[in-house]
């Protein structure tokens, strides 16, 4: 457990005090997770009521091996569309994009899918997606890229069978990270040299459970840099950080919007 002097008391406590700590530094690595797109209307998949509460997880394997289960993974990604699809920017998603543009974050590693960082401003080049992207699809043998209203029509057009690529007939699939699937090798390697060049890494709303993405905040602070935690719920990790912060999200990170 992270001792009471790391702990924001209140919420103008942790405000002033990373303020204090953004200021001094001046490499700054947001490490973002479910928790910054609350606010937005997406749930977290941990929580009561998250998606995870809801749907077993579709494993990697079992999407290359079952047609059902490929178009089982389709409908729930369109069942998604239609309640999150109009999701825009937060609060916190609005004050990185102004740290960004300031100088002071030059890019942001995330667990998030939802492309909201780069609806905020962010070069989509300088968002490292750890999880992949759900908002587009891809096929796992060719590449080829697929928007997701294409596949819908051919799902629609072939009675709910999910379509296969019409380039070479591989399995098209959103660009997402699925359990049991390899992590990105390229956006791996960019976070471990945004990790390893930073001196304030800020972990926000993850709940630092899932590896090997969970392991750059460690990585961080053994590197000498000072670790934020801004979490609603403890991680395992208080206990490292500089500074815990167990407040709204949003709200901590409302002031350092630049309209």
Known sequence: ????????????????RLTEMIHEAGFIVPFTGAGISTECGIP????PGGLWTKNRPIPYDEFLASQEARNESWRRRFAMMDEFGGARPGRGHR????LYRAGKVPGVVTQNIDNLHQASGIAP???????????????????????????????????GCAPDC????GFIKTATIS???AM?????????ELTLGCDLFLAIGSSLQVWPAAGFPLMAKRNSA????????????????????????GTVLEPFIVH
């Open 125 to 159: 080049e300088h968002v490292v997606e750890l999880h992949g992207n759900t908002t587009y699809a891809h096929c796992l043998d060719c590449d080829s890229r697929f928007e997701l209203a294409w596949v819908r029509e051919r799902m629609a057009a072939g009675n």
């Open 166 to 169: 019409p380039s070479c007939g």
């Open 226 to 249: 000072r670790l934020v935690i801004i979490n609603r719920e403890p991680t395992e990790f208080d206990a490292a950080a500089d500074l815990v912060v167990r407040q709204d999200i």
């Open 44 to 47: 977290d998949f941990r929580s």
């Open 95 to 98: 004050a990185l994009a102004s």
């Open 179 to 181: 359990f049991g699937q």
């Open 184 to 192: 990105p090798e390229a956006a791996m390697r960019q976070a471990e």
């Open 1 to 16: 457990m992270a001792s009471p002097d790391r702990i924001a008391p209140d919420l103008p406590a942790a405000i002033a």
